[in-house]
């Protein structure tokens, strides 16, 4: 695809003219073009799915992984990207402290 651009130590995201995309909404639009999901389905599917196994199999550690990476807390991850769990999840279902 050749979207990689090394620039300041680490790569850059440019577009098919070698443009580096400069705002996450431009990042936002080029992925989707090129996966017809945008970032915000992959961390939505991502967390449902984590949280799924919060619940089925008590894994709380991959749960605050993700939280950490996503820099969100688990109450915003529960919240806006727990799109394809349909029962209401609340913290204490998985047992976990929110800081």
Known sequence: MGILKKGL?????ADTNGETLKTSSKF????KS?????PYDLRKALTSKCIRQ?????NTEALERLA???????????NNYNT???ENIILDTC?????
Do not use: A, R, V
Not at 34 to 38: A, G, Q, R
């Open 28 to 31: 936002g639009e080029y992925y």
């Open 68 to 78: 950490d990476k996503q820099g969100h807390s688990l109450n915003t991850m529960l």
């Open 9 to 13: 130590g680490k790569y850059l995201i």
């Open 34 to 38: 090129l996966f017809k999901y945008t």
């Open 54 to 58: 919060c619940i089925t199999e008590g």
């Open 84 to 86: 394809y769990n349909h």
């Open 95 to 99: 047992l976990i402290e929110d800081d």
